[in-house]
């Protein structure tokens, strides 16, 4: 992994985790959207458990509170992404869920070009709080932006549990605690509809895999070499990403309207990390700094 490009994980990551959503959209009937959100959880932790087997003996106070930060943000940004995707197209869920990124690659951004971009891309968020989904379901609009706060949570506890913590010892216990967060409120609508079908152990299994366990690994790797603003503003192509496998899989058309919004983001994204690079290669050595 460490010869393949930080931004290369980061796109692998985003494919997987979107097609991860639209699988799980597909069972929303059978579980419920926080059902849904609670097996992946549930299914992710447990094999990431297993595989990793997180030596915490030694982890001193920060590490512990670390840990137990990225997983609350993990347990909400699930949860409250999935009840907003029960009312409102995937791929515009995950462009208002975006906010959480954007707002935090404006607190580190240090130049006037990267400004632009954010402006670009908050641009496409507000086209689409105007366009016909959003405001036909208000519900899922809210459920999104909550997605996007704890967003923006992950993304910094994230990068520093990546820094203290070596490996994936810190994911595997902070998907513990996520899924914890999600037990109250989807548990037993998780568990009536595994009971009344089982072969959804093995789609979630799937999901949890493609959604939580494979990105939320490959996010860490990235995270260790490469700043959280170029990280966060290059998520914007999420919303793409999430789009096409939310035509492909749901069959989830956009409006004309709402595919500009699209484009504005993902230009943004585009645009920024371009930007990034450049300035990369101009500082000392030819690495960027770490806000």
């Given at each position: 992994?460490?010869?393949?490009?930080?931004?290369?994980?980061a796109?692998?990551?985003?494919?997987?985790?979107?097609?991860?959503?639209?699988?799980?959209?597909?069972?929303?009937?059978?579980?419920?959207?926080?059902?849904?959100?609670?097996?992946?959880?549930?299914?992710?932790?447990v094999?990431?458990?297993?595989?990793?087997?997180?030596?915490?003996?030694?982890?001193?106070?920060?590490?512990?509170?670390?840990?137990?930060?990225?997983?609350?943000?993990?347990?909400?940004?699930?949860?409250f992404?999935?009840v907003?995707?029960a009312?409102?197209?995937?791929?515009?869920?995950?462009?208002?869920?975006?906010?959480?990124?954007?707002?935090?690659?404006?607190a580190?951004?240090?130049?006037?070009?990267?400004?632009?971009?954010?402006?670009?891309?908050?641009?496409?968020?507000v086209?689409?709080?105007v366009?016909?989904?959003?405001?036909?379901?208000?519900?899922?609009?809210?459920?999104?932006?909550l997605?996007?706060?704890?967003?923006?949570?992950?993304?910094?506890?994230?990068?520093?549990?990546?820094a203290?913590?070596p490996?994936?010892?810190?994911?595997?216990?902070?998907?513990?605690?996520?899924?914890?967060?999600?037990?109250?409120?989807?548990?037993?609508?998780?568990v009536?509809?595994?009971?009344?079908?089982?072969?959804?152990?093995?789609?979630?299994?799937g999901?949890?895999?493609?959604?939580?366990?494979?990105?939320?690994?490959?996010e860490?790797?990235?995270?260790?070499?490469?700043?959280?603003?170029?990280?966060?503003?290059?998520?914007?192509?999420?919303?793409?990403?999430?789009?096409?496998?939310?035509?492909?899989?749901l069959?989830?058309?956009?409006?004309?309207?709402?595919?500009?919004?699209?484009?504005?983001?993902?230009?943004?994204?585009?645009?920024?990390?371009?930007?990034?690079?450049?300035?990369?290669?101009?500082?000392?050595?030819?690495?960027?700094?770490v806000?």
């Open positions: 992994m460490s010869r393949i490009p930080a931004p290369v994980l796109l692998a990551a985003m494919v997987s985790v979107q097609l991860g959503a639209a699988i799980a959209k597909t069972r929303f009937d059978d579980v419920g959207s926080v059902g849904a959100a609670t097996l992946r959880l549930v299914i992710g932790a094999v990431l458990a297993l595989v990793v087997r997180p030596r915490v003996r030694r982890w001193n106070r920060a590490q512990w509170l670390g840990a137990i930060g990225l997983g609350l943000a993990l347990g909400g940004m699930n949860v992404i999935y907003a995707f009312s409102i197209p995937i791929g515009i869920a995950v462009t208002i869920e975006f906010l959480g990124p954007l707002t935090l690659s404006l580190h951004t240090r130049r006037w070009r990267d400004v632009l971009w954010a402006v670009l891309a908050l641009a496409g968020v086209l689409l709080g366009g016909p989904a959003a405001v036909t379901a208000v519900s899922g609009v809210v459920f999104a932006v997605a996007a706060a704890c967003w923006a949570g992950y993304i910094v506890m994230n990068r520093h549990v990546g203290a913590i490996g994936v010892d810190g994911l595997a216990v902070s998907m513990l605690v996520a899924m914890l967060v999600s037990l109250p409120f989807g548990l037993r609508s998780a009536d509809g595994v009971v009344r079908e089982p072969v959804l152990l093995l789609v979630f299994g999901v949890a895999v493609l959604s939580s366990v494979l990105p939320y690994a490959l860490m790797l990235a995270l260790r070499r490469m700043p959280t603003r170029v990280f966060g503003v290059l998520q914007s192509l999420g919303p793409a990403i999430a789009a096409l496998a939310g035509l492909a899989i069959r989830e058309g956009l409006a004309p309207l709402e595919i500009v919004a699209l484009g504005c983001v993902t230009a943004a994204s585009v645009g920024v990390t371009l930007s990034g690079r450049r300035e990369r290669g101009r500082g000392p050595g030819g690495a960027d700094s806000p």
